[in-house]
């Protein structure tokens, strides 16, 4: 069994969906996924992220540290939310992948764990 | 899932302490050419990882290297490595079971199957499921040829490197890349399932047909071809229709296959000279290849589903029809080209499209047709554009096609060649 994190992204500036009712439908889609995910024994951890520019950047400066206004990353796409998942190999992680970016309709990027084995 | 063994015609040919001379270098590389594929599957099967299979397949020959130039080869080579490399397998997971806790259950998991260890049926699913691990999506297209050229075809770094003319290091660097993320990302070592398959076989496709070209036209080295590549493409592709019997793009590409590889013997001439399709002793053409090709592309035509390797066998089988160059049916192979080209708008497709052109048309329109292709970097550009021009009498633009076709390919033979080409130009009346 290997962790892969499923980050979903978008584009800073960019509502990700074109209208209300899209986003609603997004929505209800996302949450039957997260319960088959659930289902399923797979699901580790979850959740959506508020906007990247609502975040804070924290890093070490000699004996303190500095506090920025955020995002940390200077590029445009930002992770909008993510899964934990526990699957078999790649091919299982990329199937829950592909399900889980046909519900919110954004890109999913899938990244294993580093293995404490 | 189980695969066919091998069909008897395109049969591997197995070395054999019977096939082997007694120099001893050029023996050990023989064996690792047709040998090493078929051990690394195995062991990957076996132990789990691709990087345990490969380094014990080199400590196996490295330790030939030593033990047969003084004890002399044994009866089955390939035995023996096979039997060497599981050795050292074994011993190094044993040695760093801390680092390698994977490749320990999985030791652990497969200790009663060592007896099936030299079933072919078992070693031919092994080349299988290596072929998807190595073409799996979520490594780059170069990548995935290069894995199953290194892998399965049993190439060195150097030879795939002076393939795709990047420099070794840089070949070196995509290959432990890919291999370090099949093995950190986990990416099966599985035939897929069967709602994947279709998806899964395209690449596989792709990949197969460049490994078969490989061998049908080595980028480098002395040789013309190099049959092992092309039999092992041609094989693999028979698996790999066995899983999908019917999508016709793994048929077609099989007959294009089966077409191109039964005018091997045609191709060279007693000095491992190149001979053109036009100058071919068809005679020499294997027909059994012909026949089986054949049907399968009226296989194809009966479902009607064209695709670009049903149209490119489609083609191919034109030509085989033919008892001499003069008496294809250059039209219909134009009409098959403008089929291709809708599938595969290409500057090489319609770079071959030329080539029947001006048998049809005349060297003038062919050469009105190429000019201005994307190709000058493209190894077949610059001799077709000489052939038209030779055949124009243009003797000092046909030799200098030439000459640039010879600064783009490292293949001997194919350099011989043009150079026969260039003279028989030189000569021409001005």
Known sequence: MTQYLLAVYGVADQPNYTSPEDQEKAFAAVGVFNTQLQDSGSFVFGGGLMPADIATVVRPDGDGFVVTDGPFSEAKEHIGGFWVIEANDLDAALAWAKQGSAACGQPVEVLPFQSNE | MRATRRSSSLSKQ????????????????DVFRSESGDVIATLVRRFGDVDIAEVAVQEAFLAATERWPTDGVPPNPGGWIMTTARRKAIDRIRRESIR???????????????????????????????????????????????????LLGGLQVDEIARAYFVPESTMAQRLVRAKRKIRDANIPYLIPEADDLPERVAAVLTVLYLIFNEGHTTTNGAAIARDDLTEEAIRLCRAVRELLPHQLEIVGLLALMLLIHARRAAREDIHGGLVRLGDQDRTKWNQQLIAEGHALVRECLQRNQPGPYQIQAA???????????????????VKLYDQLLVFQPSPVVQLNRAIAVAELDGPEVALSLIKGLPLKTYHLYHPTRGEFLARLGQSEAAIRAFEEAISHTANRAEIDFLHTRISASTSLPK
């Not at chain 2, 780059?140 to 290194?150: D, K, S």
């Open chain 2, 315 to 333: 083609i191919t089988a034109v030509h085989a029809d033919a008892r001499t160059i003069h008496d294809t049916d250059w039209a219909q192979i």
């Open chain 2, 100 to 150: 390698l806790p994977r490749s320990v259950a999985a030791m652990a998991l497969g200790a009663h199957d060592d007896e099936v260890i030299n079933d072919t049926g078992v070693i031919h699913d092994d080349r299988l499921r290596l072929v998807f691990t190595c073409c799996h999506p979520s490594l780059a297209p170069a990548a995935q040829v290069a894995l199953t050229l290194r």
């Open chain 2, 14 to 29: 197995r070395v054999t302490a019977d096939t082997l001379s007694h120099s001893a270098p050029e023996t050990i590389a």
